[in-house]
């Protein structure tokens, strides 16, 4: 028993539903909704959330499940929000900082690194045009931030990996500003070699992206292949930074740009209690809620081994300097 | 990811009485308690003509319960 047919044949009501899963396994992908109810997208990433929805006896016996279609069909019916801000990155550069800042305004729907938008984009290795995924992904934005508290504004952090993306997004989002925030790569390196990211270890990402599945395959080492992705990730958002609509901000800078230069790049005029609400996300370290957020680029910088630093010197500071520069 | 598949089958025709009815799913939502879950959907069947028992809300919610892990499975 599933919803599928009750979705395919006549398709349900989706007043509450929210579609949290792509179900990229089968010939052709399906969406499947749950009912989160008023919960926010408050915990630091989006399966964070999903998880405690999925705890939930409701949503543990109830899903719909549809055709990709359907969520067009719902967005004529009942149009979202338009993502107010992308927040791109190059991982362990205080991303997770800013979205939680962002979402300690009941106003705001932050959705951090979601799965079903990474799978969306990689629809294309299953032969999806690119106008294709621009109607899906849109589609999909406009479902999945349907108020449920009243809230105003969408913002999305996405994945390291999707700076790649970013001229599709673009194409999909022509008016959403975005930022790119980077960090020393000494730093982000030392953090990487201790708990790398999913797009840090070769293969682990279902994707043609040359700049994270290079051709050549497998390089000497790990820290090798991390550097490499790193200064991709890098240079592309440099080629980028060279359009309208998005600016960089270096971890150092962080979190008080936030207030002083994020939030105006994001059109978001910030009143006092505001302000104070977003400085009170701050204290906490913001993936481990129960330890204070420091900067930890001393440590950090301890940290980096003799290899390490010699491939930031090879391939990543003058990109890092590129970047500060701008 | 899936819905549950191997939901007992006196519990299906209440499965999709919900999933056609709006106001049984605000009924529903929200709910966290597991038992507090099971008497109200108990309820909610005899209501609307879908006899179901605690046994068969049970069942259902261990069967999606595997579902989920087992999606969840690299």
């Known amino acids: ?326 | 990811m899936s819905t549950p598949h191997t939901i007992e089958s006196g519990f299906e025709r209440f499965h999709q009485l919900v999933l056609g009815n709006t106001a049984l799913q605000e009924d529903l939502t929200g709910i966290t308690d597991r038992e507090a879950f099971i008497s109200r959907a108990v309820e909610l069947g005899h209501q609307h003509g879908v006899p179901i028992q605690p046994a068969d809300v049970v069942a259902a919610l261990q069967a999606a319960r595997g579902a989920w892990m087992d999606s969840q499975m690299v």
């Open chain 1, 1 to 326: 028993m599933d919803g599928l047919t009750n979705g395919m044949n006549t398709g349900p009501d989706l007043r509450g539903w929210l579609p949290v899963f792509i179900n990229r396994r089968t010939a052709a992908p399906v969406v499947e909704w749950c009912r989160p109810g008023t919960r926010r997208f408050i915990e630091p990433f989006f399966e964070d959330t999903l998880k405690a929805v999925m705890r939930e006896p409701f949503n543990l016996l109830f899903r719909h499940q549809t055709p990709l279609d359907t969520l067009l069909s719902w967005q004529r019916e009942s149009p979202g929000l338009e993502p107010g801000g992308f927040i791109f990155h190059m991982s362990r550069c205080g991303s997770t900082l800013v979205s939680q800042m962002l979402a300690a305004l009941p106003e705001n729907i932050v959705l951090s690194e979601p799965p079903p938008l990474d799978a969306l984009l990689r629809t294309d290795r299953h032969g999806a045009t690119d106008d294709q995924r621009i109607a899906w992904l849109r589609a999909w934005m406009s479902a999945i931030s349907q108020p449920r508290n009243g809230e105003q504004r969408l913002y999305v952090k996405l994945d390291a990996w999707h700076i790649f993306d970013l001229p599709i997004l673009r194409r999909a989002f022509p008016g959403t500003p975005w930022i790119f925030l980077y960090r020393n790569p000494v730093e982000v390196m030392a953090s990487a070699m201790k708990a790398p990211g999913l797009h840090l270890i070769e293969g682990l990402i279902d994707t043609n992206m040359p700049a994270i599945a290079p051709p050549g395959g497998h390089r000497s080492s790990q820290a090798e292949y991390a550097a490499s992705v790193l200064a991709n990730i890098m240079r592309a958002a440099l080629e980028h930074l060279a359009l309208p609509g998005g600016r960089a901000f270096d971890y150092s800078r962080l979190p008080e740009a936030v207030i002083t230069d994020i939030a105006p790049h994001f059109r978001l005029d910030l009143t006092g209690p505001q302000i104070e609400a977003m400085n009170a996300r701050i204290p906490f370290n913001v993936k481990t809620p129960q330890l204070y957020f420091e900067s930890d680029t001393a440590r950090k910088q301890q940290e980096a081994s003799a290899e390490v630093r010699a491939l930031c010197a090879g391939q990543l500071d003058a990109l890092y300097a590129q970047l500060r520069a701008l």
